[in-house]
């Protein structure tokens, strides 16, 4: 069985950090690419961070580049997202999500609100900044 979950979320004023942590279990680790995704109340989707599954490159939305961190512990079978600078426009419920290689470079190419849909989804975890 595939599972994606997802932990770290929680309540936090504007400008702190957290680590969000997507552990995955089910799958061949090194054959997908992982994505942070989250979706504020009222908003399209959003892709936040992908990191490939072939070098671990690693992409950001316009919107979080350079307060936020994707890495991958492969030993473990897990992606982070770290992220730090935190607005309150970062409030969302936050996503991971696996999907091969190609599916990633057609979400980098369509951008932060494709519909492009991924094969595994978490369950999400809530974040929430305070100003």
């Known amino acids: 069985e595939v599972q994606l979950v997802e932990s770290g979320g929680g309540l936090v004023q504007a400008g702190g950090s957290l680590r969000l942590s997507c552990a995955a279990s089910?799958?061949?680790?090194?054959?997908?690419?992982i994505g942070w995704f989250r979706r504020a109340p009222g908003k399209e989707r959003e892709g936040v961070s992908y990191?490939?599954?072939?070098?671990?490159?690693?992409y950001y939305a316009d919107s979080v580049t350079g307060r936020f961190t994707i890495s991958s512990d492969d030993a473990m079978n897990t992606v982070y997202l770290q992220m730090n600078s935190l607005k309150p426009e970062d409030t969302a419920v936050y996503y991971c999500?696996?999907?091969?290689?190609?599916?990633?470079?057609?979400?980098?190419?369509?951008?932060?609100?494709?519909?492009?849909?991924?094969?595994?989804w978490g369950q999400g975890t809530q974040v929430t900044v305070s100003s």
């Open positions: 089910g799958f061949a680790w090194n054959d997908y690419a």
């Open positions: 990191i490939s599954s072939s070098d671990r490159s690693t």
């Open positions: 999500a696996a999907a091969d290689e190609l599916r990633l470079i057609e979400t980098v190419v369509a951008g932060p609100t494709t519909t492009w849909e991924w094969d595994y």
